[in-house]
């Protein structure tokens, strides 16, 4: 499976997921323009010493990442879906797209991934999405518990 963060803001978010990467072996895609530099201090600060057991590809936009052949299913993640993640059989070889902090995914990938997008269900309507780590952190072992890691 790998992490795939379409148009990242923030990098303590980033930095973060970055961890949870390196702690669970899990490759890190990140697809621009991305909303800091890769040497932001608060993206290092938030992954500490980890970086270097980041496995990290870095795409410049959405169309060059999709433009290259990979192997595997891409699963989608939005606030807006309305089927829940626990729905989802994950496969080892899924890749588990997620939006901007701000805006999510945009429409036009979530119309093309309409199949493959699921949820976080959130209780309490006054909330809008959960922190974009903490979504990450929910579907990555949600799948290692499916797929008996």
């Known amino acids: 499976m790998r992490i795939v963060l379409v148009e990242p803001e923030i990098p303590q978010n980033t930095g973060s997921i970055a961890r949870l990467?390196?702690?669970?072996?899990t490759?890190?895609?990140?697809?621009?323009?991305?909303?800091?530099?890769?040497?932001?201090k608060y993206l290092k600060r938030a992954g500490l010493d980890y970086w270097p057991l980041v496995d990290l590809t870095?795409?410049?936009?959405?169309?060059?990442?999709v433009a290259t052949p990979r192997d595997g299913r891409m699963v989608a993640f939005s606030a807006r879906a309305s089927r829940p993640y626990t729905e989802c059989s994950f496969r080892p070889d899924d890749r588990?797209?997620?939006?901007r902090e701000t805006k999510g995914l945009d429409p036009e990938i979530l119309a093309a991934l309409e199949e493959n997008v699921y949820t976080i269900p959130i209780d309490n309507p006054g909330v809008r999405s959960l922190n974009l780590s903490n979504a990450v952190s929910i579907v990555v072992y949600e799948?290692?518990?499916?797929l008996g890691q």
């Open 21 to 25: 990467a390196a702690a669970t072996n």
């Open 27 to 40: 490759p890190l895609d990140l697809v621009g323009p991305l909303g800091f530099s890769l040497d932001d």
């Open 58 to 65: 870095v795409h410049e936009s959405w169309n060059e990442y």
């Open 96 to 99: 588990f797209a997620f939006g």
């Open 143 to 146: 799948a290692r518990r499916q």
